[in-house]
């Protein structure tokens, strides 16, 4: 993220692959996390109840699309990476049924000795995106006491945030894995992509985003300082 070109050894520099959706779900998971900031900011003021609630449902839409998608491309970017460097009957055999997050912490170590800093806050934010995608995946209804009033409104209030809170880190979950796999791994071989603009000249940040991504782009540079 400084502009200098990190290089790190590996097994392969060039390779030949398809069938790889990682990029496409990055691309999917940032327009839908644009989305719903940009549903949210609608001025809702003047309208009338049941069309503050369809907006409140397109907004939980692109929501769950932005977690979803933002795990789905960490899934995928890991197992492609695995896959160029360890071979693919290797992975099938000993690798793809791992869990994600125990991916990201064996896989680079094996490919080229390399482990990704367990207490750092890349880390801290893939744990907390694939509980996210966990939950939406599984999701399971609740009985509720419908006579209880303050008690349903406390819950809906907690769900509410904690909803809030997993979309928000959702592409910040993977902005700060792209940013921290740059210093691990080097801008060659990241495994989702780089984000450093001397290395991705064509990339193209939606101004919505700009914040959350300046804020990524200090967290890593302060942890690697």
Known sequence: MKGEPIYVEHPRDSYSRMGGLQ??????????????????????????ES?????SYKATGHAVKAIVFSALCVEASINNYAGIHLGDSYCENHLYSMDVISKWVVIPKLVCGKSIDKSGPAFGALKRLIKARNKLVHNKSQEFDPTSISDLGQYLEKRDKTFKDDFESSLRALY????????????MHNPIRTLDKEFNPCLDMPKQVKPLFDECKNIVLKNHS
């Open 51 to 55: 069309e503050k609630t369809e907006l």
């Open 176 to 187: 700060l894995m792209c940013m921290e796999m740059d210093f691990l791994l080097g801008q």
């Open 23 to 48: 990029y496409v779900y990055f691309e999917v998971a940032q327009e839908e996390y644009v989305k719903c900031l940009d549903v949210e900011a609608l001025d809702d003021s003047d309208l009338h």
